[in-house]
């Protein structure tokens, strides 16, 4: 069983900065695809970025150029460089990963609130 343990949300001004880690515990770390995901209020979750087994990186369109994944399998964690913050990243933010070897994502954390004021 995977466990996932999200850190370093907060409340950040526009244009601030925030650095998100995940740590990951069971199985094997550097076999999976680890990703981002997040769900703002009376809105659906929708992916941020996902960094695979192999290091190639993955961004939703609304994030490229702002926010950068990365992984240390040394360390079971995933971080996501969250930079020149809009309001409208104000959501939960949910690490992911996936099985070995696999796409889909089956294991979740419990998330971390990120609050960017205008």
């Known amino acids: 069983q995977v466990q996932l343990v999200e850190s370093g949300g907060g409340l950040v001004q526009t244009g601030g900065s925030l650095r998100l880690s995940c740590a990951a515990s069971g199985g094997t770390f550097s076999s999976r695809t680890m990703g981002w995901f997040r769900q703002a209020p009376e809105k659906e979750r929708e992916f941020v970025a996902a960094?695979?087994?192999?290091?190639?990186?993955r961004y939703a369109d609304s994030v490229k150029g702002r926010f950068a994944i990365s992984r240390e399998n040394a360390k079971n964690t995933v971080s996501l460089q969250m930079n020149s913050l809009k309001p409208e990243d104000t959501a939960v933010y949910y690490c992911?990963?996936?099985?070995?070897?696999?796409?889909?994502?089956?294991?979740w954390g419990q998330g971390t609130q990120v609050t960017v004021s205008s």
């Open positions: 992911a990963a996936t099985p070995a070897y696999s796409a889909t994502y089956d294991f």
């Open positions: 960094i695979g087994w192999g290091g190639n990186t």
